[in-house]
């Protein structure tokens, strides 16, 4: 006659089958990703090692190209190239 109470209103205090729990597994696309963060770095940590006595080279020797200050008369004569133009 009565209905029959539902699991959650159950109040016996029986524990022994509780809700299912899910294990703290990584996701099967976490793997690749943190593979392919781990190679990436190695790989780059290699390449900056290889080119940076290259990079510092082109560096150094860009920098007085950049840095370098114009006489008074190269700034007249710039000036004259632009009012023919």
Same mark, same amino acid.
């Given at each position: 006659? %009565?209905?029959?109470?539902?699991?959650?209103?159950?109040?016996? %205090?029986?524990?022994?089958?509780? /809700?299912?729990?899910?294990? #703290?597994?990584? &996701?099967?696309?976490?793997?690749?990703?943190?593979? %392919?963060? =781990?190679?990436?770095?190695?790989?780059? #940590?290699? #390449?900056?090692? /290889?080119? &940076?006595?290259?990079?510092? &080279?082109?560096?150094?020797?860009? /920098?007085?190209?950049?840095? *370098?200050?114009?006489? @008074? =008369? @190269?700034? @007249? @004569?710039? *000036?004259?190239? /632009?009012?023919?133009?």
């Amino acid at each position: 006659m %009565g209905r029959q109470p539902s699991r959650s209103e159950k109040t016996t %205090g029986d524990l022994s089958n509780p /809700l299912p729990v899910r294990a #703290a597994t990584p &996701s099967p696309a976490l793997v690749p990703f943190l593979l %392919g963060t =781990a190679v990436g770095g190695i790989a780059g #940590a290699v #390449a900056g090692t /290889l080119l &940076s006595n290259a990079t510092r &080279s082109l560096v150094l020797g860009l /920098l007085p190209v950049f840095g *370098r200050r114009l006489t @008074e =008369a @190269e700034r @007249e @004569e710039l *000036r004259f190239e /632009l009012l023919l133009q």
